[in-house]
């Protein structure tokens, strides 16, 4: 039988993305769809202006969202996939582990804490079971796990493929896009014919949780990795695809031989939502674009490209499709392990 799931935060840009996500999927069946006290009560088509580029499922357009309470949810719901807002997630979430559920998340409350796991299962999957400490800290019959942010988790896979020649130092610089920010988050009198040299706390989370996916987990407690990272964040008039530029100095020599090899070979998982192959590296010179292949792997792949030979390094670039492999997709992939590993 299909584990019966609840999404938080489904009327939101994500939010939706999850539910697209997750009505096909045969591992997963929705049961349970929260939002705010003003769309609570509401069929989900009247609650949601939808904007993802497919029909509203039709088994979910008549389900009556609810307010995000664990009160709400019913008692079945094995699994919660979470898109709120960072501040709400802060003061929801917990009470849901609490409650007994497991939940998948995807807001930034949380993610640096010491016993929530930060994951991307084909980089760091054995961190999952970080939740037995959190749950022997905490108390929680549920457990709590989060992927990382959408910039984030564009260029880790690619130096996960290039660990085996000592991280030593990173710098990314980011062109991300506008639906990054949410369906408001930038206006069109902001974006049109401009590129804003500022996204608030993204640079920090590059620079931190890059460190804390690539670091090590003895069982007890989890050391982040040493490498030192820069970050440099910028947003720019494309819809989805975050395109970065990276480059990384090594302790062994890297040619661009060595790293192209490296990526391609890097595994996948068997998870239905792993793509293989996990990174698409292209030889083109002006490749990846956001346009042409943020949908590789049905936009769970990771593109890379331009690799090149510096004075700085090995310097190439790399994108992904920021609201599928960056966000609504990687909940579903973390959940995916969860229920792989048993936790749910």
């Known amino acids: 039988m299909a584990v019966r799931a609840g999404v938080l935060g489904a009327t939101g840009a994500v939010g939706q993305r999850l539910i697209q996500l997750l009505d096909p999927h045969p591992e997963f069946e929705i049961a ?36 995000t309470d664990p009160d709400e949810v019913p008692d079945d719901v094995d699994l919660i996939f979470s898109s709120l807002p960072s501040s709400v997630g802060a003061e929801v979430e917990p009470g849901f582990c609490e409650a007994g559920y497991v939940v998948s998340s995807n807001s930034s409350n949380g993610r640096m804490d010491d016993d929530i796991p930060l994951v991307i299962p084909e980089v760091n999957p054995g961190h999952i079971d970080l939740l037995e400490v959190q749950r022997d800290e905490r108390g929680w019959d549920g457990a709590m796990v989060k992927n990382p942010n959408c910039s984030t988790i564009t260029f ?10 000592g991280l030593e130092k990173v710098h990314v610089s980011t062109l991300q896009a506008v639906s990054g920010a949410g369906y408001d988050g930038v206006s069109s009198m902001e974006i049109i014919d401009n590129a804003i040299p500022y996204i608030g706390s993204e640079e920090d989370k590059l620079e931190t949780e890059s460190r804390k996916l690539l670091g090590e987990f003895d069982g007890a407690e989890l050391s982040h990795n040493s490498m030192a990272v820069s970050a440099s964040c910028n947003r720019i008039p494309t819809i989805d695809g975050h395109l970065e530029n990276v480059w990384v100095e090594t302790e062994e020599e890297l040619t661009v031989d060595a790293a192209a090899e490296a990526m391609r070979e890097y595994p996948s998982l068997d998870l239905r939502s792993s793509p293989d192959p996990l990174i698409h590296v292209f030889e083109e010179p002006d490749r990846p674009q956001p346009r042409m292949d943020r949908t590789l792997g049905d936009g769970m792949a990771i593109a890379a490209g331009g690799l090149q030979e510096t004075p700085f390094g090995l310097q190439y670039n790399c994108l992904a499709h920021n609201t599928i492999r960056g966000a609504a997709g990687a909940s579903v992939l973390n959940g995916e392990l969860l229920l792989e590993q048993g936790y749910i």
């Open 32 to 67: 349970a769809l929260t939002a705010s006290d003003s769309s609570a009560g509401k069929s989900y088509r009247q609650a949601a202006k939808w904007r993802v580029n497919s029909p509203i499922p039709d088994d979910v357009a008549d389900m009556t969202v609810t307010a």
């Open 156 to 165: 880790v896979p690619t130096l996960a493929a290039l660990a085996e020649f």
